[in-house]
């Protein structure tokens, strides 16, 4: 059959259902894939090779004695280091927790491991997801598998790079300011940040615990899908959990590529594009545009005014919660301990916060403590959460006119890896288009629109609907994903670039070693 690490995930589900493959071939062919182009992506910390296999093994033996499994029993997963995993070394992508491997599992890895997915390792990932290149990593940069000089988007770029370069076909990622979308806009893939609580956020290694959600990555819309289906529902273990039923996301994502879009408005959010947007990024999204037209949508224009605040306000919350979240790496508990002699628990403190942390994780914890500090609070974190209350209202506003919001995942294509590392400014202004949804605890999706002119590189299309209303995002994106595949004669990773199979570029300081 064809080359199982281009199967979607859908595809691999069927044909180990009918008895055409098995899971242990499946996880094999992945495991290879890893070994032939991780020097050069690096996309993982961590690779599980045995464990997946055992997995991948016990799977196939309860298929051949006619046992009923999970519709994703024995398709690989590849999983961002951020969600704790037992048994396997999870360092958030983080010197100060290096050599950490926990003692449980994380609500959503035991789902994973419950529907017996194997896990291939875990991604790379900017520093406690501080970052939109993972260009952060205390273990190194990942590489866009489209152009290896070129940035993955971040946080999750290690998630996104894995599907980009087949050595996954479905990863976990988790989205605080769009740690998700973008990645999968700059890397030709498909990320989805469910409603807030729409997915356990027990056992996530915190950043900004009012923002941060984990959710699903794939190549495909329905492969996404099929992921979020089993990450989400209620789970008591998490306090900020919704306990309602999960939306259709499945059956939207099928109706939508089989029956259009009829009677459905879609909103173009008129702040997020224009000046400051790439013209190839403006071009695609406008062709989008049109094949959602032809679909049956009716495009109308929405007006967010507060938006314009959103990306100020954001770094003053996210900070203060980081800074708060951060305080337990404290030398004491658990992760790194530096101690040169010092006489007293706050020097140990310190060095171990000096030599643990990343630039950027420090950079923001400094910002959070000022923000959070006696005297400013009103006037910072206090003011910050005043503009998300108003972007909340734009967003609540705007959908009373539209089943959906639209706009560019990013402004620009992929930039080239070191060119925007010493300019924080410039780096936060990558997520101006995916912070909105955070603030206002909305679900967001982002699919691949086509390829902008001017380099070639992948454009992302975001797709953004109310608070539980997830199954909107799957029924438009499968649709527009129809309609592209249709327009250019296949998938858009049909068309990426051949990694060479051997390691063009060598990451420095790799993560642990693997098994």
């Not at 008591?236 to 499945?250: I, K, Q, W, Y």
């Not at 959602?292 to 507060?306: D, K, M």
């Not at 994106?477 to 592209?484: K, T």
Request: aromatic share 6%; proline share 6%; hydrophobic share 40%.
């Amino acid at each position: 059959m064809a080359d199982l690490t281009r199967l979607s995930a859908r595809a691999l589900a069927d044909a180990l259902a009918s008895g055409e493959t098995t899971s242990v071939a499946v996880t094999q062919a992945a495991l290879d894939r890893i070994a032939a182009v991780d020097g050069a992506v690096h996309a993982f910390l961590y690779v599980n090779g045995v464990d997946a296999l055992e997995a991948a093994a016990s799977v196939d033996k309860d298929r051949a004695a006619g046992k009923n499994l999970p519709a994703l029993a024995g398709v690989p997963i590849a999983v961002k280091d951020v969600l704790v995993t037992k048994g396997l070394p999870t360092t958030a992508g983080s010197r100060i927790l290096e050599g950490w491997v926990p003692p449980y599992d994380a609500t959503v890895t035991r789902r994973i491991r419950d529907v017996r997915m194997p896990i291939l390792g875990k991604t790379n990932m900017d520093e406690f997801a501080m970052g939109s290149s993972t260009e952060h990593s205390g273990y190194g940069p990942t590489h866009n598998p489209w152009d290896l000089d070129r940035i993955p988007g971040g946080s999750g770029g290690g998630s996104a790079a894995s599907l980009a370069s087949w050595e996954a076909p479905l990863a976990i990622g988790s989205d605080t300011g769009g740690s998700i979308r973008q990645p999968a806009a700059v890397t030709g893939t498909v990320g989805v940040k469910p409603t807030y609580g729409g997915v356990s956020r027990y056992g996530v290694i915190a950043l900004a615990s009012s923002l941060d959600q984990l959710g699903p990555c794939a190549r495909t819309v329905e492969d996404t899908a099929l992921l979020h289906a089993v990450m989400a529902g209620h789970d008591p273990m998490d306090a900020t959990s919704l306990d309602e039923p999960v939306p259709p996301v499945v059956e939207a994502a099928r109706r939508g590529r089989e029956d259009g879009l009829a009677g459905v408005k879609v909103g173009v959010i008129t702040e997020l594009g224009g000046e400051g947007f790439q013209a190839g990024v403006s071009q695609r999204f406008a062709e989008a545009l049109d094949h959602l037209r032809s679909a049956g949508a009716e495009i109308v224009e929405v007006s967010c005014p507060s938006f314009a605040y959103a990306l100020a306000a954001y770094y003053v919350i996210l900070p203060s919660e980081a800074s708060s979240n951060l305080a337990k790496y404290d030398a004491v508990r658990f992760g790194l301990r530096v101690d040169d002699g010092d006489t007293t628990i706050e020097r140990v403190m310190a060095a171990t916060r000096a030599r643990g942390f990343g630039d950027e994780v420090k950079r923001r914890i400094i910002l959070g403590t000022y923000a959070l500090s006696a005297g400013y609070y009103d006037a910072y974190y206090g003011s910050a959460q005043k503009v998300r209350t108003l972007v909340q209202r734009d967003f609540a506003a705007a959908f009373a006119g539209a089943d959906v919001l639209v706009s560019p995942t990013c402004p620009t294509t992929a930039f080239k890896l070191g060119e925007q590392v010493d300019d924080p400014l410039t780096m936060y202004l990558n997520d101006v288009a995916t912070i909105p949804a955070n603030l206002a605890g909305i679900p967001g999706m982002s699919l691949p629109a086509g390829l902008a002119p001017e380099d070639g590189l992948p454009v992302g299309f975001q797709i953004l609907a109310p608070a539980r209303g997830d199954d909107r995002l799957y029924r438009v994106g499968a649709a527009l994903e129809a309609a592209l595949d249709a327009a250019r004669g296949g998938t858009l990773l049909a068309s990426a670039p051949e990694l060479a199979t051997s390691s063009k570029v060598t990451a420095p300081s790799r993560g642990p070693v693997s098994k």
